[in-house]
């Protein structure tokens, strides 16, 4: 569904390679290590869950024109994460980002398999870099998402 399963078995593919010791390890101080962009991704899915919920139930209906979405993997474009979804070193262990992600891909396919197809195309709410964007776009810009971070992981991995 959306790609999700597919995306997510890549990252866990290259992440099931990194040791804890390689996860934790930042290639400059300024940069986040391969455990701290397993958290991000973990706090932007749970985030993105939690807009769609409040879109659902507070939102009114709006149509909103189709993003490039697919794009959100040219790393050329660089985009500061928002506060809250920034590291905050949560997780200490591979292990332990896995259960993290784990869960909010549970809560995601959990609220998308409760949910008609119209209601996640007419809510809609605000990307930072794509602008206004329907529930339907969001749950496949999860798994873009997380290709795009996983360029970054293997830079990272490359670099320490």
């Known amino acids: 569904m959306y790609g999700l399963d597919e995306k997510r078995k890549q990252v866990l593919d290259f992440v099931n390679t990194i040791s804890d010791e390689e996860a934790k390890k930042k290639p ?10 397993l958290e991000h991704l973990y706090l932007m899915e749970q985030l993105v869950v939690y807009q769609i919920n409040r879109a659902i139930k507070e939102g009114d209906i709006q149509q909103t024109p189709e993003k490039p979405i697919e794009n959100t993997t ?6 500061e994460a928002p506060e809250a979804v920034q590291p905050k070193g949560e997780f200490t262990s591979i ?3 896995k259960d993290g992600l784990e869960k909010t891909r549970e809560a995601t396919l959990f ?4 949910k008609d197809k119209e209601t996640l195309e007419n809510r809609a709410f605000p990307h930072p870099a794509f602008g206004d964007m329907n529930l339907e776009q969001w749950v496949e810009f ?5 290709l795009r971070h996983l360029d970054q992981m293997k830079e990272v991995k490359q670099a320490i």
């Open 28 to 37: 400059a101080e300024d940069r986040w290590s391969i455990l701290e962009v």
């Open 74 to 79: 040219d790393r050329g474009y660089k985009v």
């Open 95 to 97: 292990q332990d980002a």
């Open 111 to 114: 609220l998308v398999h409760n």
């Open 142 to 146: 999860i798994g873009w998402h997380e």
